[in-house]
């Protein structure tokens, strides 16, 4: 399983580039993100190189923010491998709360980072169903 930072911000010009400003400083990478915004503030989310360092610098900048464990799920680079993935989760009766893409650096394959009611177990599903968990 991954850790993930999730950044609570306020939609404002520059404050995504503050936030990665703060994360380059501190020589954190960002493997992959996805941002949700509304009117006033947004969420950022981040698989990051290190998440609780990360955590724990952009708190102390100001920004409230949460670690919260997810799944990376390696797929094949080809059509139709993330509708095979969401069909083996829909015949699990798995319902996943949000997704984004990544990759792994070893491998150059797509991994999908995706937040479940319960990751251990979903894992698990997967796992026994021959999917690459990270």
């Known amino acids: 399983m991954l850790s993930q930072v999730s950044i609570f911000a306020e939609n404002k010009k520059g404050r995504l580039q503050n936030i990665t400003s703060l994360l380059q400083k501190e020589n954190i990478n ?75 650096r070893d491998s150059g394959k797509p991994v999908m980072v995706l937040h479940t009611d319960d990751v251990r177990e979903v894992s698990i599903c997967l796992t026994s169903k021959g999917y690459k968990v990270l």
């Open 30 to 104: 960002i493997w992959g993100s996805i941002t949700n915004d509304s009117a006033e503030y947004g969420i950022i989310r981040m698989v990051v190189s290190n998440p609780e360092h990360a955590e724990k610098v952009l708190a102390e900048a100001g920004y409230l923010c949460r670690l919260t464990e997810v799944l990376g799920v390696e797929l094949d680079d080809e059509v139709g491998a993330l509708n095979r993935l969401l069909i083996s989760l829909e015949e699990s009766n798995i319902n996943v709360d949000y997704l984004y893409l990544s990759f792994n």
